[in-house]
């Protein structure tokens, strides 16, 4: 798991290789990665957008930006927080993800950025 901190705002990855969707001889590898957003501040956020970067070991790399995840933008209280689980496919059997999160203050509508940190993805063949 990865783990960073932002401006009171805690995010955590868990990465899992998926090779039932996963097509080796069409260079597919699929991989499922979990989000835990937890909200340590004293402050009501919003997470309004997300953008990501997205590297295959190969050298390609891709953005993918837009609003709220997997269709919502939530609403986070102090102490608590938000998880969801989302896909992504690369070309090779190794790469990275990081990213950021525009979150904006319910109190006053104050938009900052919260840091996505960089996490690896492997076919778990790769790590033998």
């Not at 097509?23 to 990501?52: C, G, M, P």
């Not at 904006?104 to 900052?112: A, I, K």
Request: aromatic letters at 10%.
């Amino acid at each position: 798991m990865v783990t960073a901190i932002t401006n009171g705002i805690k995010i955590s990855v868990e990465t899992a290789y998926q090779d039932d969707f996963s097509n080796h001889d069409q260079q597919r590898f699929t991989f499922a990665y979990r989000i835990n957003i937890e909200n340590l501040s004293d402050h009501v956020i919003q997470l309004k957008r997300r953008q990501w970067f997205i590297f295959d070991s190969n050298g390609t790399q891709r953005e993918v930006e837009g609003e709220g995840v997997v269709g919502v933008q939530p609403v986070i209280e102090p102490g608590s927080y938000h998880s969801y689980v989302s896909a992504c496919n690369l070309s090779t059997d190794m790469g990275s993800m990081s990213g950021n999160y525009l979150m904006q203050l319910m109190v006053d509508n104050t938009e900052f950025i919260v840091e996505i940190p960089e996490f690896e993805l492997i076919v778990p063949y790769r790590l033998n």
